[in-house]
Structure formats: C-alpha cells, structure tokens
C-alpha cells in the first residue's frame, strides 16, 4: 500500500542543524511532487516547501526560505528536508505528504522535531 | 498567519449536518482548487476532498465540497462520533507561491 515514513527528528539546540527524511513505498516515487508540512503544538498546519517529481523545481514558505532546503533521491526513493539555523519557532510535527490532483493526498505520520536549549 | 479564513468551532448533534466555510482570495481559491482535510488529535491530517468537490477513494459521501468565488464549503451530513476532529482547507496561493492553509476548524458532536 502507499506509505510514507519519516524520520530524523529529534531534540536540537537553537542555530544547530537537523535533516529529516522520508521514505516512500507503494507508488512510483519519480512521478511525483511532495511536500513537507509542519504543525506546532496546539496550532494547525503550516506548509513547509515542495518539491517537483524530478526535482527542477522547489518552492519555500517565507519563514524557512534560506535556512531549509529540500531535496529528493528518486533511485532511493526519499524525501529530504534539511534544516540549518533552526529556531525555537520550528519546534513542531513535520509531515511529508505526496503531491495529488490537487492538494496532499497521501500523508506520513510525522516525526517531531523540539528545538530547545 | 494564515491567508485561508475558518470558523474556529462548530457544533451539532449526532445525524445532524455541519457546513465549514473556507473564505480567501483570488489569488488563491478564486484560481485554484480547494482541498480539504480532516485530522483526529494525535494523528496525521487525511485528504477529504480534492479538486472542490471530488471525494478520494474510500472517503463516504457523507463529505462533500464546493466552491464558489473566493470561498468554499465543506459539508458533513449524518454527523457521527468520529467526525469529531479539526479540518483543514487547503490550495494554492499564486501570488506567494506557496500552499496555504485555512486556520483550522474544530468539529464537535454534541
């Protein structure tokens, strides 16, 4: 069945770096667009960035433009997102999601991420 | 701060019907699809609708979406206890060239 697992989280210091990663099983990995999606405690969903199939192109919400950067290996199937700078402010679930018609429609179970001193 | 705009909570008694209004702009639902989410505390969100109005496989026919303008609608009728979640909408903004959430709805069977 279709599956996306993520991993890589974990507690890290402020201005420390941390890269999460995504396993995908179940469908044809290389044909698709993903996404990294975050949710702080008790808040709702913020996107994070995404990523074509083939990886030409990737976009970035404004408040990890320059200090996160996405990335795929499609001979391994997995999704990557590395994190530099990291703030208090990225303590939060990150979910990687699998691009559909339109919107997410295959989603990981999350791996924490706790930015704290 | 999320450019997609949700009742925080809405209510209602078990078989009866709720209706969560997602309003936005023309630069994002007014151009773009709307998706819509449903997410049980502790658990991963759950695509409900995509394309407007179009439910993935497995997805009972109980939820439904519509669009219209720059706002769009998530219905649930038949309300049962396990509806009892948040919901998300969701679509693409093309003026910030991101994918924007709404600020999430919670859903409560009373």
């Known amino acids: 069945q279709v599956q996306l697992v993520e991993s890589g989280g974990g507690v890290v210091q402020p201005g420390r770096s941390l890269r999460l990663s995504c396993a995908a099983s179940?469908?044809?990995?290389?044909?698709?667009?993903m996404h990294w999606v975050r949710q702080a405690p008790g808040k709702g969903l913020e996107w994070v960035a995404n990523i074509l199939y083939d990886g030409s192109k990737k976009n970035y919400a404004d408040s990890v433009k320059g200090r996160f950067t996405i990335s795929r290996d499609n001979s391994k199937n997995t999704l990557y997102l590395q994190m530099n700078s990291l703030r208090a402010e990225d303590t939060a679930v990150y979910y990687c999601?699998?691009?559909?018609?339109?919107?997410?429609?295959?989603w990981g179970q999350g791996t924490t991420v706790t930015v704290s001193s | 701060q999320s450019v997609l705009t949700q009742p925080p909570s809405v209510s209602a008694a078990p078989g009866q019907k709720v209706t969560i209004s997602c309003s936005g702009s023309s630069s994002n639902i007014g151009n773009n699809y709307v998706s819509w989410y449903q997410q049980v505390p502790g658990t991963a969100p759950k695509l409900l609708i995509q394309?407007?109005?179009k439910r993935p496989s497995g997805i009972p026919d109980r939820f439904s979406g519509s669009k219209s303008g720059t706002s769009a609608t998530l219905g649930i009728t038949g309300l049962q206890t396990g509806d009892e979640a948040d919901y998300y909408c969701g679509t693409w903004d093309t003026s910030l060239s991101a994918e924007v959430f709404g600020t999430g709805t919670k859903v409560t069977v009373l």
């Open positions: 999601a699998k691009f559909g018609p339109s919107g997410m429609d295959v």
């Open positions: 179940g469908f044809t990995f290389s044909s698709y667009g």
């Open positions: 394309e407007n109005n």
